[in-house]
């Protein structure tokens, strides 16, 4: 059976592209400390020898729209496209075309299907920064083929947090259990507080401190108990309108499992939202 | 009321660099365009197949046309297809994030609960 090498969650910063490539006096003056932070984040990737990723995001109103709007979804392709116009635009992401290992994303929508997830699926998908953002940051080479996963963390009705802690179990199970010799990192990306269109946003932090102390202390120790506790679909408006993307890292914190601390704990205090980058070994460390 | 309306309006110009140009240039002729052609028009659908039934009100329609961002967070528009279609428009004009700061503080006014969302 397939192995899971490494787990990991991250915030996605579609600046840290630009802040990393800036040079003279574009170059703003937090990027060399975030730069060391990257490269020792991906170094726990690369230490893991990954050969598939199952990447976990959420799309931006690219490709999904509200005339047809999955809550959970699986993309099943043997490439995708990846970046679009406004992302460029705005953020100045470069294009990239990622191989897709179509088996195992076969063998997660009929297993997810059979266990009580129903997922939708996609053949033909662009995907966007919230799966790019970790392959700029975590695996730049982009030589890796991937199964993307995209949640609905977007565009309400959403479903509940425990749901997405739920589906993070279950996705460690299936890829535990695809028959494969191969070495699967499992990658997902989302916020900790954040404001976006909203009188709190772009603030010399991010909108909420303490939610994030908070939110690391949960997703460092495991603690789901603590994090289902407290995080509801109403409180997650109170830290910042778009920290719903919260419920992507306690997804990632289903795949890592309760009560499993990571093997990396990492952030940093940016303004506008603070990054967080975390790594666990099923298997041990291996570094 | 309708936010899906406003919603499908931000998503379509956004995602288009002419339309973007056109918005920032001339709205009034960008939105009525934009109603006549686009608001019925389903994505991803023959255009002969297209809905019926959706039309922005008067308070929508001067909300687009004045880039009043404001009304369009009180009126449950996502914020997040606001504000990249606006940034995208008026982002030329300022220094570094000196828009994205203006655009926030034009919303100090709300408190919590902000606006639903909910389509």
């Not at chain 1, 982009?142 to 947090?161: E, R």
């Amino acid at each position: 059976m397939a192995e899971v090498c490494a787990v990991i969650a991250s915030t996605h910063h579609p600046f840290y592209y630009r802040a990393s490539t800036a040079v003279g006096d574009d170059r703003p003056p937090f990027a060399d400390a975030w730069v060391e932070k990257i490269e020792r984040f991906r170094e726990t990737l690369t230490a893991a020898r990954p050969d598939v990723l199952v990447m976990v995001g959420s799309d931006h109103f690219h490709q999904l729209w509200l005339d047809n709007m999955p809550q959970f979804l699986v993309g099943k392709a043997p490439a995708y496209d990846a970046n679009w116009y406004n992302e460029e635009r705005e953020f100045g992401l470069p294009r990239f075309h990622l191989a897709g290992e179509e088996q195992l994303s076969e063998h997660i929508l009929r297993q997810g299907l059979d266990a009580g997830f129903d997922l939708a699926f996609s053949n033909e998908l662009r995907i966007d920064h919230s799966i790019t953002c970790p392959i700029i940051t975590l695996r730049p080479e982009a030589d890796l083929p991937i199964v993307p996963i995209y949640t609905n963390i977007f565009a309400p009705p959403l479903p509940q947090p425990k749901r997405f802690v739920q589906l993070g179990r279950e996705i460690r199970a299936m890829v535990e259990s695809w028959p494969s010799d191969q070495r699967v990192a499992i990658i997902g990306t989302g916020h900790l507080s954040l404001e976006l269109g909203g009188p709190r946003q772009f603030g010399p932090q991010g909108p909420d401190p303490e939610f994030d102390r908070k939110a690391v202390d949960w997703i460092a120790n495991g603690d789901l108990t603590g994090c289902l506790g407290e995080v509801t679909l109403d409180s997650l408006h109170l830290p910042g309108n778009a920290t719903h993307g919260f419920m992507d890292f306690m997804l990632m914190m289903g795949v890592a499992g309760d009560g499993v601390k990571a093997d990396h704990v990492d952030s940093l205090d940016l303004f506008h939202t603070m990054e967080a980058y975390f790594t666990w070994y099923p298997g041990g460390d291996p570094r | 009321m309708s936010k899906y309306l406003l919603d499908k309006f931000l998503y379509t110009v956004d995602r288009d660099p002419e339309l973007v140009e056109r918005y920032r240039e001339d709205p009034e002729g960008l939105v009525a365009w934009w109603e006549a052609e686009m608001a019925n028009k389903i994505l991803n659908v023959l255009a002969e197949e297209r809905s019926t039934w959706l039309a922005f009100t008067e308070e929508e329609r001067r909300a687009l046309v004045e880039h009043d961002h404001v009304t369009l967070f009180s009126m449950g528009a996502h914020p997040f297809l606001t504000l990249t279609l606006f940034i995208a428009m008026f982002e030329r004009d300022h220094g570094p994030l000196e828009y994205q700061k203006a655009y926030g503080a034009a919303l100090a006014g709300f408190s919590h609960p902000y606006p639903d969302i909910s389509t």
